[in-house]
Structures are given as C-alpha cells and as structure tokens.
C-alpha cells in the first residue's frame, strides 16, 4: 500500500534537518532535553517582549520554534520517539504560543479565542497521558497541527515586525494569519480526535462504523 504524501514529505523535512543541524548534535543528548530547552526559553521571551527588546525577543523566539523542529526530526531520524516526548513536546509550543499571544493583546477577539482553546488543548494532552491505559497510548502531532503551529509563528513574527517598523498593515494581517491558523486547529482537533477513537476502537477490537 503506497504511504500517505504527509508521511513523504515529513521523512524528507526530517533528512534535510538532519543533513543541518543534527549532524552537529551529539548523540548524548535526547529530543526531550531539546524539549526542556524550550520550557527555559519561554520566560525569556516573554520577559524581553516585556521590556520592549522586540529583536532580541524575536530571535530568541525563532530559536525556541527552531528547538520544536529539532526534537522532532531527532526523534524520528535516531528512533528516540517516547510517550513522554509525545505529551511535553506539545506542552511546551502550547505554552510557546500562548505567552505570545497574551503579549500581543487581550484587546483582539481571535487572540482570547486562541488562548482558551490552547488552554483546553493542554488539558486534553495532560487526561490523555493519565488516563492512557484507558484511552490509548499518546499520539504524536498530525499534519494540520503542524501547519496551525507554523502560521502561529508567521503571526507572531509578522506582528513583531509590524511593532518595530509602526506598520499597522502588518500588524492587522498578522491577526488574519492568526485566524487561519485557528482553521487549521479546529482540524488538526478533529483529526487527532479521530486517531484516537480509532486506535481506541482497535484496542478493544470494537468495528468502526464510519470507516
């Protein structure tokens, strides 16, 4: 049976960030550890968006989201994938995004919606970890949940942009790309919640009516 093209493109994104920045990474250190490094850098960034250090914050944001990349690709590439990875590593971009978003303001409906859904997102990804023996092992992130992830960060970038430069164009359609990006959660939802009934329902051999 021919593999899905998400499974393609995601094997050819993990070989070029191997063939980058893997290869300078030793083979002592674990995609949780880089995991961990972005749970640090989240004060960080929003301490220097605080002080007004927009450059500085946002460079130090673009290393956080690389670190998201990395661990990833590590755990696939040198086969370190573990449940645990698969519950910290969304917590840790949860709480990534929503300092950001609380940053950029509360003012914005989008920006309160976002914050409430990535609030429950959390909460789902911490029943599902405890409640596993239950429900099923975690499951890692599917492809619209990535793209949700990648156009929060245009976003935020965009808006940060749009403070340095006083351009309210960017800061505005910053907002719009925010919306897509809450398209592309609601799927990335629905999605994940479909892996999980299914796997569910293959556990306890149960027939799955709408497949």
Same mark, same amino acid.
């Given at each position: 049976?021919?593999?899905?093209?998400?499974?393609?493109?995601?094997?050819?994104?993990?070989?070029?960030?191997?063939?980058?920045?893997?290869?300078?990474?030793?083979?002592? *250190?674990?995609?949780? @550890?880089?995991?961990? *490094?972005?749970? +640090?850098?989240?004060?960080? *960034?929003?301490?220097?968006?605080?002080?007004?250090?927009?450059?500085?914050?946002?460079? *130090?944001?673009? =290393?956080?989201?690389?670190?998201?990349?990395?661990?990833? $690709?590590?755990?696939?590439?040198?086969? @370190?994938?573990? !449940?645990?990875?698969?519950?910290?590593?969304?917590? $840790?971009?949860?709480?990534?995004? +929503?300092?950001?978003?609380?940053?950029?303001?509360?003012?914005?409906?989008?920006?309160?919606?976002?914050?409430? /859904?990535?609030?429950?997102?959390?909460? $789902?990804?911490?029943?599902?970890?405890?409640?596993?023996?239950?429900?099923?092992?975690?499951?890692?992130?599917?492809?619209?949940?990535?793209?949700?992830?990648?156009?929060?960060?245009?976003?935020?970038?965009?808006?940060?942009?749009?403070?340095? =430069?006083?351009?309210?164009?960017?800061?505005?359609?910053?907002? /719009?790309?925010?919306?897509?990006?809450?398209?592309? $959660? =609601?799927?990335?939802?629905?999605?994940?919640?479909?892996?999980?009934?299914?796997?569910?329902?293959?556990?306890?051999?149960? !027939?799955? =009516?709408?497949?």
């Amino acid at each position: 049976m021919r593999k899905p093209k998400s499974i393609n493109v995601q094997k050819i994104l993990d070989n070029y960030v191997n063939k980058i920045f893997l290869r300078f990474i030793p083979s002592s *250190v674990t995609p949780n @550890q880089i995991t961990a *490094v972005r749970f +640090i850098l989240v004060p960080v *960034v929003y301490a220097l968006l605080l002080q007004h250090l927009y450059i500085l914050g946002l460079i *130090v944001f673009a =290393i956080a989201a690389l670190t998201d990349l990395l661990d990833g $690709a590590m755990a696939r590439t040198r086969n @370190q994938i573990t !449940d645990l990875g698969k519950v910290i590593d969304p917590i $840790a971009d949860k709480l990534l995004i +929503i300092t950001v978003l609380l940053f950029v303001g509360w003012q914005y409906l989008i920006i309160k919606v976002f914050v409430i /859904y990535i609030i429950f997102e959390m909460i $789902a990804v911490l029943v599902g970890f405890f409640f596993a023996p239950l429900i099923g092992r975690p499951i890692g992130a599917n492809v619209f949940g990535k793209i949700k992830l990648n156009l929060q960060c245009l976003s935020f970038g965009l808006f940060i942009l749009g403070v340095i =430069i006083s351009s309210h164009v960017l800061v505005r359609f910053s907002i /719009y790309v925010l919306f897509i990006a809450l398209v592309f $959660a =609601i799927f990335a939802a629905i999605e994940t919640g479909r892996r999980k009934a299914r796997n569910y329902f293959a556990k306890h051999n149960i !027939d799955m =009516i709408y497949e």
